[in-house]
Each structure stands twice: as C-alpha cells, then as structure tokens.
C-alpha cells in the first residue's frame, strides 16, 4: 500500500474520479425519465454523467445506473470508524475464559424486536450452522443462548432476560424503513433501564446491515455490529465486555 492518504475513486484509470450510482425515480420509463436521471446525477456532483442502465420496474417507477466522475477527494487520516478493540478469541478460548473466570456459563437471549421479522442475521450468529464457516453462539460449550425469534416485543424481551439471567441481550434490526431499527433499539434500551438497576442490566447489543456503529451512546446500547458480522467476533466481544475488561468484579 502507497504512503497517500489523500485518495480518490478508481473506475477506468487510475484517481480518474469514476463512480457508478443506481437509484429509482418514480417516473414511467422514457426519454424524459432518462434525462431526469442524469440531471439528478448532475446534482449529486457526477460530472459527466453517463446513463448506462434504465429499466421500468412495476408501473410508474424506473431503476437507473449512471456511471460519472466525481472531483471530491476522501482523506483517509480523517476516516472515523469503530474498530475493533478486543483480541479475537477461539471458541475454545473463549470456553475457556468462561469456564475458568465466570464459573458458570455465560447467559446469552437473542431476538428480532418489533415488527421486524427478519432472522437470518441472528440466526447466523446465534444458531450452531453460523455463518462465513464459523459455527455460531449455540456451538460454545460455556454459553447458554436463548434465541427468541422474530416479532418479539420489548417487554417480552425483558422478561426472557431475566428469567434467563441473561449476561448479554442481542438484538437484531434489519428493517430501516422509517428509522423503525433506531426507534426500536430506544425503546428496547429505555426499557431495560427502567427494568433494571445499572450494575444488574445485561450487555445491550445491536446489529444488522444499517446500523452506524459510533451510535452508541445515542441508542443507550453497549455495542453495534454492522454487516458482516461473524460469531466469534460477537464471542470474543462478550469476554471482554464481561469478563477480562472487569478484573475486578470478576476474580
Ligand atoms: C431474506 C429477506 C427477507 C425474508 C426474511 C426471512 C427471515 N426469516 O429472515 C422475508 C421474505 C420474510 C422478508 C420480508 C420482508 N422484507 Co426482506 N429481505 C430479505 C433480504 C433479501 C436478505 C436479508 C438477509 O437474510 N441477509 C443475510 C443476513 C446474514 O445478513 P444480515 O441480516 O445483514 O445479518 C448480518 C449482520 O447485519 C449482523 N447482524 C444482524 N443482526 C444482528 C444482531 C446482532 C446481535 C449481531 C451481533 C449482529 C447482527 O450479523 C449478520 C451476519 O453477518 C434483504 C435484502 C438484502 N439483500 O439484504 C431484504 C430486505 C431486508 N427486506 C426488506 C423489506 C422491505 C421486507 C418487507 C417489508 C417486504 C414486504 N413489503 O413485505 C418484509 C418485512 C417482513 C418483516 N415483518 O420484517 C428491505 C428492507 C428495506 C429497509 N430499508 O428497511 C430489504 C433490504 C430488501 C430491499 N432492498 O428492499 N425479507
């Protein structure tokens, strides 16, 4: 990799600032709707812009790809992203760890909340099939995991935690229309301090495609994990959250 960090897009020549966009506009397709598109991409700063793909989707609507130059630069010193900040452990280590610190296993509920009913995300994290050949939280001899589904409800949610004395609450949010993911992640977090004292809450974890993960703070959760996520990140996170980075609550 060269020392630059002052970096522009790649398409046919190297910096030659190409990029390629792709957006519906909720116009029949035709010369005008054509037109509509490059003026858009003119407006997003794409100059020239070059329509390279349109396509009547259902009535009324038209999916365009435009492919053009862009003049802006992207400053790599000043990317701000989450990294990650705790060693990636096995999941015999992270057994390990557990067994050896913990002495008991590590109690873990997993859920889809609100409408939201898509659970091949964490499916892929908690169910022993797992995902991108790690297998996933079930498979960890020292984690208890309690997946509850889809649709489930916060008080649900937050009754299944205790009952199941839950270390650790994983949620998932694929859904993004209207902000239903951030709302959602609110009321869960808002519930879980009104339910329980600080120092008895469990680690309040979100994840899903389109979550930001700087917003932490913001949702009142301990973690986010966007797309890509394999288990033993999620595993190793839950040792360091739980166990190693509070050496002196845990002997
Ligand atoms: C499969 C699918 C469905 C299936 C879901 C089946 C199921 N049991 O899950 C079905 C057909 C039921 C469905 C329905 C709907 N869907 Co759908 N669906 C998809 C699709 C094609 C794939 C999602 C998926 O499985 N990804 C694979 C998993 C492995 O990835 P992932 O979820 O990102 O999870 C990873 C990470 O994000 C992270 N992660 C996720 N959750 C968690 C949680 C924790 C705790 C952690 C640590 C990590 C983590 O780790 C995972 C592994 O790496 C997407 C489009 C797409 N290509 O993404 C649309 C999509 C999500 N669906 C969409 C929509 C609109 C719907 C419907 C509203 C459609 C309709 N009009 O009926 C309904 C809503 C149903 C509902 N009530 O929720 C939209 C959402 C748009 C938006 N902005 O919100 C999408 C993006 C399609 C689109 N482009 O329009 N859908």
Redesign the pocket.
């Known amino acids: 990799m060269s020392g630059k960090t002052v970096v522009r897009p790649y398409g046919d020549t190297t910096g030659d600032g190409m990029v390629q966009v792709s957006f519906t506009l909720p116009v029949p397709h035709d010369k005008r709707a054509e037109g509509a598109a490059v003026q858009l991409a003119n407006k997003m700063g794409l100059d020239p812009a070059m329509l390279v793909h349109a396509r009547q989707m259902g009535d009324g609507f038209t999916f365009f790809v435009v492919y053009g130059r862009v003049n802006h630069l992207v400053d790599l010193a000043k990317v701000q992203v989450v990294e990650r900040d705790y060693p990636l452990l096995s999941a015999k280590e992270v057994n390990a760890v557990v067994k050896r610190r913990l002495r008991r296993k590590l109690s873990v509920v997993?859920a889809?909340i609100g409408?939201?009913?898509?659970?091949?995300?964490?499916?892929?994290?908690l169910n022993v099939k797992g995902?991108?050949g790690e297998k996933g939280l079930e498979y960890y001899r020292e984690l208890k995991v309690t997946n509850l589904g889809?649709?489930v409800s916060v008080p649900e949610l937050v009754e299944a935690a205790r009952r199941e004395r839950a270390d650790a609450v994983?949620?998932?949010?694929?859904?993004?229309?209207r902000d239903?993911?951030l709302h959602n992640t609110r009321e869960m977090s808002a519930a879980f301090r009104e339910a329980m004292p600080a120092g008895k809450r469990p680690l309040l974890?979100?994840?899903?495609?389109?979550?930001d993960e700087s917003m932490t703070g913001e949702l009142g959760v301990d973690?986010i994990?966007?797309?890509?996520?394999?288990p033993g990140?999620?595993a190793s996170y839950l040792v360091h959250a739980l166990i190693t980075s509070r050496k002196a609550s845990v002997a």
Do not use: K
Not at 115 to 125: K, N, P, Q, S
Not at 170 to 177: H, K
Not at 205 to 211: D, H, K, L, N, W
């Open positions: 997993g889809c409408t939201d009913a898509h659970t091949v995300g964490i499916d892929a994290i995902i991108a889809a649709q994983l949620v998932s949010q694929v859904v993004t229309q239903a993911h974890i979100v994840g899903g495609p389109r979550f973690r994990f966007g797309r890509g996520t394999t990140e999620v």
